[in-house]
């Protein structure tokens, strides 16, 4: 089974975080920020990934390192679950509207860390949490996990729809990315031989 469990304490947070990708989209998450904890609800739901996420963090003074470090645990269970990536498919991508918004993104579980993130969140905020944290996640999961990402907004004004788009994009990217392909018959999907 794909799983991995991360245990990451600094002196900002203390993150637990279990990820399974073989099993039923189920999630628990309690980060200490409500709209984070329903993006990753998000990203279990529609990856089909089984995502269990414990953090208390330094709230007080904002999400930044809360949203982040959750962000690099993530990837680190990414890489850890997938070992040495034999027969996955590798590649992942997915175009999700969600009324006025539009999001592509686009992915390589490559082994070579590369975000570029093309949002344009017309808020500050959506509630409590600072709307360019978004790309903060998105840029420590692609650094722990070695992901190449690519995200592009294509339409949207609703700042909510835009982040949640976002998240249910990568949800599908990575569900793509990391099934098994029946034709490479265990085989690590590089013609290097590793990723």
């Known amino acids: 089974m794909r799983e991995a469990t991360i245990v990451r304490k600094t002196a900002e947070t203390d993150i637990r975080l279990y990820l399974n990708l073989d099993a039923p989209g189920e999630s628990e998450t309690d980060s200490g920020c409500g709209f984070l904890d329903h993006m990753l609800t998000l990203l279990a739901k529609h990856s089909g990934f089984c995502l269990k996420v414990k953090c208390k963090g330094d709230t007080l003074v904002d999400y930044h390192h809360t949203v982040e470090d959750i962000g690099i645990c993530l990837g680190l269970a990414l890489k850890e679950a997938l070992g040495d990536m034999a027969g996955i498919t590798r590649y992942g991508w997915a175009v999700i509207p969600m009324d006025e918004a539009l999001v592509l993104t686009s992915l390589d579980i490559s082994g070579r860390a590369y975000l570029s993130c093309q949002l344009d969140i017309p808020t500050q905020k959506v509630g409590d949490f600072d709307t360019e944290l978004c790309e903060e996640f998105m ?49 690590v999907p590089s013609t290097k031989g590793v990723i």
């Not at 990402?149 to 990575?174: P, V």
């Open 139 to 187: 840029a420590a999961l692609a650094r722990s996990a070695g992901l190449t990402l690519h995200i592009r907004q294509l339409d949207g004004k609703n700042s909510h729809h835009i982040i949640e788009c976002t998240f249910k994009c990568l949800a599908k990217s990575l569900k793509m990315a990391v099934a098994i392909d029946p034709k490479a018959m265990g085989a």
